[in-house]
């Protein structure tokens, strides 16, 4: 079970990441920026989510 629930937490983890990169990368002013960055940092499993489906994308994404 540690197992599983370990590789879920690194998963987590490496899509935060993802996500923080995108966002950085991404159009949005500086202030949406730091709200976005810190929903995925203060909430990781459901600010990822909300991200997903809802924050700003990476200018190479868009094109």
Known sequence: ???V???F??????LNIWALV???GSAASTGAKVVWCL???ILPL???VIWFFAG???AARRA
């Open 1 to 3: 079970m540690l197992e």
């Open 5 to 7: 629930s370990g590789l």
């Open 9 to 14: 937490g690194f998963i987590l983890l490496v």
């Open 22 to 24: 995108s966002i950085i």
């Open 39 to 41: 929903l995925v940092l």
């Open 46 to 48: 459901i600010g990822f």
């Open 56 to 58: 700003p994308r990476s």
